[in-house]
């Protein structure tokens, strides 16, 4: 860890610079003073940003003026309006940096400069605080093809790695990564294969290319550096990969359970349904229209032609609905007659048992007329027998 820590250092000291040592010199006028500016400039501009060294700045103002409401109005002042060079200077002043005319003229110029800039900008943060501020407030929810596409990069990663260890540093004559196992373990979707697949394919693709007498130029000179024995190596790992991918697709696939249709509820099938729902001179009041569905036999009287109708099912099946129509009933069977005195008649429809209603409409005198499925506004719902 030690020794970790040492190489940290040194490395930032051969390629950022360290921060200089301002005890070492005495003032402004030493000869080493130019360098040590610079040293302190790249170091704090390098692992610093224009956020994180506001708080500097407001502490170098607070010492170099005392004017409060200057410090105020930087305050406002939007970050980036300050050079880093500027924030820069002001942090090695507090570290202990000799004061220097220039430096304390060229930080107070850039301050003011900042600070005289805050109507433009207070202007336009007045026209985005509505919008765009709210947008720009708002984080960021990946979307679910960019997880998706994170989830196939995480996929390939594992093969690569595998690639990597196995064939390149290990070299394996004969690499067999266990593929559908960790496709199963991840359980990989199927939809996801085809994009794994043609990441390998293209790698693939490439090495095949620089081989041969109809090489491609570029692509030999890119892989000129493998022997033959790579070659077949990185065949034979691309080839038993993607042989295991469309594999694992295909048992996917045939694995894949239909999706099941969600069953409609009955007062949704029943919501177009249009109907009268009473009548006052009969005093007839209709049934809930979902009550016929899944039912064996059905009774509606249309008030307009006063004709009573059986709605029958076949031997096995329910009637239903669909849409303004009364489906899945035998169209021989169901059957209407005209009613003479409505208004008795119905009343003994009323009192009659399951027994009586077998023999009802037989005992009506008028003629059949067929029945076509079809209410309307006119139409009561009498009864529904399951």
Known sequence: MAKTRRMAKNLIADYIGLLPDWKSIESCEDEKFPEMVKEALRHYGYF????????????????????????KSYKRSLDWRTPIPAYSLAMASLAGMPASDKHFDYIMGKVTDAVSHNAIDGVQIAVLSSEEKAKAAKKYVPSIQDRISDKISDYILHFEIKFEDGIIERKEKHPTPDVRTYLTTENVGASMIGRIVDHFQAQWDEIKGSQGVNADEQLKEAYAHLTRGDVK?????YKALIIDLEMYKEQKKVARVPRQRKAVSKIKQASRLNYLKLHDGLKLVSIKPEDIIDSKELWVYQTKYRKLGKYITDSYGTLGIKGTTIVGFNTSASVQKTLRKPKEQLAEFKKAGRVKLR???????AVEIKLTGRINKDTILLKAVT
């Open 48 to 71: 610093n940003s224009a956020k994180t060294m506001r708080k500097s700045m407001l502490a170098w103002l607070k010492v170099n003026t005392t004017d409060a409401e200057f410090i």
């Open 233 to 237: 190596r990185f065949t034979d790992f």
């Open 359 to 365: 023999t009802f409409l037989e005992d009506v005198k």
